[in-house]
């Protein structure tokens, strides 16, 4: 009954409206006006206190005796000033399509609400649309991303606001169907109250435009994102026009329309799986218009994919990449940025579009936004691609701009560069202002983006010793601890290789201890761990080899882990004399440490050994190894020809003998071959089998310092355990 009531509005409004709106009726005290409404939350019967109790039954708005327009913070009050209220402003005014543009377009390069009011009080004549284009060019402005405004108070006792507000209200029935719901769509983004009469007409104006089935697809999305931010999901109108937008076919929409529903969609609607066979529909028809979609289509599309959770939509990200390769230089900083975060969350990478990012970037570094700088190094890093172009203009580009980025875009960068293990042409100037920006907002920097920052910086052989003693105090790691879940795995793993760089790579450093609580024994884990894991068809490639070459299994072990927290591929033990010993044999004279390097330990697009495998291999070389490495791209050049070739090429000279000798006899008290103060860090190593300084092996009292594989069933239980 009540929507028969609502639908009808629109017929009565000469008569019902001038009453429920009269001064009478406003400004009777505590006296409420109940009028029909489509809305049926709970919020609705906190507001009918002053209806009686048969009327609680039934669907209604309360209008207090409060002003028409209110926000939680403030109101809009309508002008009391007749120079104000009686202006000759009307929106039916039919302005010409060059005055309409040269109005937007004044509105648009406003940088402020004060701008925008301004303009509003020196143009008499807008039209419909221009009317709700103030609204929303307000929203833009004043809206602080926490759900609500930056000024309210300021905003909403503006007379210029207030008036526009009253025109839309009493010749919202004569409006477009699009400036309506724009209008609508405008409030819902100012905050405004939802009983307010301004938003009720605007709602059953929009009603009577629903029932008549003629609103197009666009219109169709402002409403249901307009209704969905007024009620939520459970809405009986945003049904009623979800319905009516599934019965139109999606293989004939254009472009627009299918960023027009992706992007309301996106905003909340299909949370939760909902729309899923409209969005399949979509995804397809999106699929065809690719080649045609321009700059701000391509990446709408892709964020809206992103936010929609379209895992099968792999074909699309795919064509959309494609298309995004010929925009790279069309596309405005944000845009740029939504699709390189969207292939990011795909992990798709095109070698076409990191062409042309490299002749793109180099020219715009010191001018693109830094958060686009930031997204592109990122993009580079996530995708372990090596580009010293970009990232020489980058490094360039930050010495300048460093005040521009935020404390997360400096760790982000220089985490890129981390990745891929690239030591920029700048590198000096670059650390310098790094170090400057750690002086200057060291407070500034969240735990984790800190972290992550000085760990990157130890990958590329940078020590910045200030604020390493202060990440391995208390408070930070309580702070640490504090912030998000939680330390996980992997950020305890950094704390422990950073810990033992510092003791490895600088020697003098005598600050604060990483207690032995936080270290992990094994930087080797699922997910993102510290080491890549071998590849198999590769291991098996030279264990074949290595078998022919030693003449029997049982010469090497597979999977070792070490107690300095590595995993070695494979370990060769040797005598004093140069000669393999059994895997099992306790008194080594030297350790042989084979690095099989598959393809996911370089970077993506080049012969650039990842920063964290470079690292590892650093790390082990001090602490006594003797490391072979053994790169995929080696063994591609020896197809056909025998597995023991490259191994026999690649096979240790003999060590010398005093070093030798060092390497067997000196136990934890003496000096370790590389020159570290042996007292400086067991002293406080409570775990026996962990040891992550900077020491050669232990002595015979000692706990074995590898698990050894003797046969391949026990090496692949270990493999399927790592």
Known sequence: MALTVLQRVHVLKKVAVPFLFSPAILNAGEHHVCIPSIWTSPVCHQLLRGCSSSELGRRWLCITSR?????????????????????????????????????????????????????????????????????????DLEQNGAGGLRDPDTLLSDLALSELCSRLEKESSELEDEAVIQALQGCTRLYLDPWSHLVVRLVSESQVRLDQGCLSIGALCGLARALFALEGPNCAMLAQAMNQLQNKDP???????????????????????????????????????????????????????????????LPL??????????????????????????????????????????????????????????????????????????????????VYRADEYATGQVSRQIAALGVVGYVPQEAGRLFRKVESVLSARFSQFQPRALLELLHACTLLQRYPLNFVSKVFSPYFLQQLQEEGSGMDRVMLAQLTQLYMTVKLECPFYDGPRLLPKLRVKSFLFPGRSLETPVDPHLYNTV?????????????????????????????????????????????????????????????????????????????????????????????????????TTIMATRRPARIPEDLARDMILNGWDEEPIGGIDSGSDISDVEDPEYCPSGHVWPSETQSAPAEQDQSDTEESSESSED
């Not at 143009?123 to 284009?133: C, D, M, N, T």
């Open 543 to 643: 264990k074949t080899g290595l078998v022919d070459l030693l003449g029997a299994r049982s010469y090497f072990a597979s999977r070792v882990l070490t107690p300095y927290c590595y995993t070695l591929d494979v370990e060769i033990k040797l005598d004093e004399e140069g000669y393999v010993l059994p895997a099992s044999h306790d008194e080594v004279y030297k350790r042989i440490a084979l690095c099989i390097d598959g393809p996911k330990r370089f970077a993506a697009n080049a012969r650039q050994l990842l920063g964290k495998e470079a690292i590892k291999q650093r790390h082990l070389k001090i602490l006594g190894y003797e490391v072979v490495q053994i790169p995929y791209y080696e063994f591609e050049k020896l197809k056909g020809k025998a597995e």
């Open 251 to 313: 293989t004939h929409w254009d472009t627009s329309q299918l960023t027009s529903v992706y992007s309301m969609l996106a905003a909340g609607l299909a949370k939760g799986g909902r729309y899923q066979d409209l969005l399949n529909e979509m995804n397809a028809r999106a699929l065809s218009l690719a080649p045609k979609m321009d700059p701000l289509t391509v990446s709408e599309t892709l964020g809206a994919l992103v936010t929609l959770s379209q895992a099968q939509a």
């Open 67 to 139: 002003e028409p327009l209110f926000l939680v913070s403030g109101s809009i009050r309508l002008s009391r000033d007749p120079s104000v209220a009686g202006r000759p402003t009307s929106l039916l005014h039919r302005l010409s399509s060059d005055e309409d543009r040269v109005f937007k377009d004044r509105l648009s390069s406003c940088t402020s609400s004060r701008q925008v009011l301004r303009l509003l009080r020196s143009s008499p004549h807008l039209s419909g649309a221009a009317a709700a284009s103030v609204l929303h060019r307000l929203a």
């Open 317 to 398: 990200v795919i064509a959309l990449c494609k298309q995004a390769v010929r925009h790279v230089p069309n596309f405005a900083d944000a845009e740029l940025a939504t699709v390189l975060s969207a292939l990011m969350h795909y992990g798709h990478s095109d070698h076409f579009l990191v062409k042309e990012l490299e002749r793109h970037v180099p020219k715009t570094a010191f001018t693109t936004h830094p958060e686009t700088v930031t997204k592109v190094m990122q993009y580079f890093g996530r995708r372990r691609i090596f580009s010293p172009p970009v990232f020489d203009a980058v490094a360039e580009s930050f």
